[in-house]
C-alpha cells in the first residue's frame, strides 16, 4: 500500500522569499515520486520527478525537492517565490516494482504569493 | 505534439442525462487514465487502461463506463448523471516504455456541472 500526505492545505509566502511545500509518503517498496503544478483552470503539470540515482532534483521554475529515505519525505523547496508561483502543488507517489503501477496523490497545496 | 485532448472544456447536464467526454493523445502512451477533481479532496481515480481493448475500474467508478478502442482514444461515458458527478475530469495518460520514468501528461480537463 502506498499513501501520500502533504502539509498544510494552504502556504502563504512573501515574494522572494523561501517556498516550503512539504510531503511525506508511505510505501512498502522503493517508490518514484512527482511534484504537479496545477494553475488556474488548467490540468496538472510534472514540475520534477525522482526514479532512482540523485536524491536532489531539480525542476522546471526554479523548483527542486529532496528524496529523504529516512525522513520518509520529498519537500518542494524553491529559494525566492514569485507571483507567477501562484498555484496549487500535488506530490504523488507509485511503486517502483514494473508492471502498472497505482499512483497516488496528495490532498494538494495552494501556494499564495503576497507582493 | 498536442499531447493529451479533452473536449469539451465546459459542460452543463440536467439530471438524468448522458454525455461523453472525449480524451485522445497522440504520444502512443500505453496508459490512459480518468480522474476526478473535487476541491480538497485530490485527485480521484475514476477508470484506467493499460493499453487498447483493456481497461479496469479506479477508486470511483460507479456511474462511469469507458472504452478503449484505439491506443489514442479514451472516452469517459456518464450515465444518467448525478449532482454527485459535478466535478472539474481529468485525462491523463503516460507510458511504462519511459525510461526516465512514468510522469503523466494531463489534458486541460472538462468542468461539468449536473442540475
Known amino acids: 500500500a502506498q499513501s501520500v500526505t502533504q502539509l498544510g492545505s494552504h502556504v502563504s509566502v512573501s515574494e522572494g522569499a523561501l517556498v516550503l511545500l512539504r510531503c511525506n509518503y508511505s510505501?512498502?517498496?522503493?517508490?518514484?515520486l512527482f511534484w504537479y503544478v496545477q494553475y488556474p483552470n488548467q490540468g496538472l503539470q510534472l514540475l520534477l520527478k525522482?526514479?532512482?540515482?540523485?536524491?536532489l532534483v531539480k525542476g522546471i521554475n526554479g523548483f527542486e525537492a529532496e528524496f529523504k529515505k529516512s525522513e520518509t519525505s520529498f519537500h518542494l523547496t524553491k529559494p525566492s517565490a514569485h507571483m507567477s508561483d501562484a498555484a496549487e502543488y500535488f506530490c504523488?507517489?507509485?511503486?517502483?516494482?514494473?508492471?502498472?503501477?497505482?499512483?497516488?496523490f496528495g490532498t494538494g497545496t495552494k501556494l499564495q504569493v503576497i507582493p | 505534439n498536442a499531447g493529451v485532448t479533452q473536449t469539451p472544456k465546459f459542460r452543463i447536464l440536467k439530471i438524468g442525462q448522458s454525455m461523453t467526454l472525449q480524451c485522445t493523445q497522440d504520444?502512443?502512451?500505453?496508459?490512459m487514465y480518468w480522474y476526478r477533481q473535487d476541491p480538497g479532496m485530490g485527485l480521484k481515480l475514476i477508470y484506467y487502461?493499460?493499453?487498447?481493448?483493456?481497461?479496469d475500474k479506479g477508486e470511483v467508478p460507479n456511474g462511469y463506463n469507458v472504452s478503449r478502442s484505439t491506443t489514442e482514444d479514451f472516452p469517459l461515458r456518464l450515465e444518467l448523471a448525478a449532482p454527485s458527478q459535478t466535478s472539474v475530469y481529468f485525462c491523463?495518460?503516460?507510458?511504462?516504455?519511459?525510461?526516465?520514468?512514468?510522469?503523466?501528461?494531463f489534458g486541460s480537463g472538462t468542468r461539468l456541472t449536473v442540475v
Open positions: 504520444m502512443n502512451h500505453n496508459y
Open positions: 487502461s493499460v493499453g487498447a481493448g483493456i481497461t
Open positions: 525522482y526514479t532512482t540515482g540523485a536524491t
Open positions: 491523463a495518460s503516460n507510458s511504462n516504455r519511459d525510461p526516465k520514468g512514468y510522469g503523466y501528461t
Open positions: 504523488a507517489v507509485t511503486l517502483n516494482s514494473g508492471g502498472y503501477q497505482k499512483v497516488t
Open positions: 510505501s512498502s517498496v522503493p517508490p518514484y
